[in-house]
């Protein structure tokens, strides 16, 4: 399987189409069925307690997986998560940006299924795992 966007396209879609996010993420590598994303955490992302919220690393894992899947199959801007399950399994440290390292697991023509480990830059051991099902548009 072979990319249908590259780094540059990826980034230039999120830029342009999901303007309201862009700055929060950081797309650092793409392969086929892989890709690397930074989230950059600011206060704005800390719960009480002085760590990183949950719903910032939902965000960080449903944005990997759709950019991964845009990758293989072009820019299908109406793909839609249907399913999210995280685990939560480390305290993530509040001065770190996260790094998602994200694997599609399966690509079919309607569903695709992906695994997202979530690492505190710096860190070796990931905080959450997240795993995401996707809805993929039919041609037209």
Known sequence: MSLKMNLDDLRAFLARDFGQVAEDFEILDVAPMHLVLRAHVHDRHLR?????????????????????????????????????????????????????????????????????????EGEEQPVARASLTYSIPPER
Do not use: H, Q, W
């Open 48 to 120: 009480p307690g002085g760590t990183v919220s949950g719903p910032t690393m939902f965000a960080l894992a449903d944005v990997g997986v759709y950019l991964a899947i845009l990758a293989m199959v072009g820019p299908k801007a109406l793909a839609v998560t249907t399913n999210c399950s995280i685990d939560f399994m480390r305290k993530p440290v509040a001065e770190a940006n996260l790094r998602g390292d994200v694997r599609l697991l399966k690509l079919g023509r309607v569903l695709a299924v992906g695994d997202v480990l979530i690492y505190s």
